[in-house]
């Protein structure tokens, strides 16, 4: 009868200390879910520098976008070749003119490029292959296009297309956009025939390069009586013939170059902007 007590009591100690681990065990479980849970919840500090990063890209990209561009306006004009102007077929009260420097890089241009640039004046500057045939010239020619202004074609030797057969005329004008293209990376965009004297073989040209006749509407400085720097400033400021759309004749001489920056705040003072290469189209 004793050894059935013992034995009924032994068994029940057993149950209770089965029952107690059952017990731990379920704890030890849930409590790992719950950890779990928490740590998915906490946000990863990679993650949030990321996020942090991607917000500031984009407020960075915001902000460049409401920059205001810097560039060509986008007024447009045409050569006009009944009076070789520029025409701007909306109407306005604004006054301009185009500068164009002839002969370059004979002695001035460079400086002559300078100047305008300090005065924010833009130009054609027409480049012969005779002043372009040293390495020299050509870093002039390429420095002056870097600095943002146009180079046209003036021919290789400055010929009169006229009295030149069309091999030779094709020589002068072809072989003159490759030497500039090689040089600044791009075709010149316009063309000026010495003494403003083309050909229907030179027209031809025009059209198979893509370029632009370019002949003016006054200039002055290859007359005696206008080679000095004040007699040039004034003619070329006070002439006449100075209109809306004038296209401006000028050289790389000595006395145009000192007088260039008179000649540019002269016709501002009378009220003239300037017109910028890219804004003139076919």
Known sequence: MKKAL????????????????????????????????????????????????????????????????????????????????????????????????????????????????????????????HFMDTDDEKDIVKEIYEMGFAIGNHTMSHANLKNSSEEKQRHEIVALSEEIEAVTGVAPRFFRAPFGINTEFSKKLMEEQGMLFMNWTYGYDWEKEYQTSEGIADIMVNTPLLTDGAILLMHDRDWTNEALVDIVKGLQAKGYTFVHPEQIVE
């Not at 009924?8 to 790992?32: M, R």
Request: hydrophobic share 35%; glycine share 6%.
């Open 6 to 129: 013992i034995g009924f009591l032994i068994l029940l100690l057993a149950g209770c200390a089965a029952e107690s681990s059952a017990e731990k065990d379920q704890d030890g479980i849930d409590g790992g879910n719950v950890n779990t849970e928490e740590e998915s919840e906490e946000p990863d500090v990679n993650d949030s520098e990321d996020k942090e990063q991607d917000v500031n890209d984009a407020e960075d990209a915001n902000q460049d976008s409401e920059e205001e561009p810097v560039g060509v306006p986008e007024i447009t004009y045409t050569v006009n070749p009944a009076n070789w102007t520029l025409k701007m077929e909306a109407e306005t009260d604004e006054k301009v003119v185009l500068l164009t420097i002839d002969d370059a890089p004979d002695k001035h241009a460079l400086e002559m490029a300078q100047k305008l640039k300090d005065l924010d004046v833009p130009a054609i500057f027409f480049v012969n292959g």
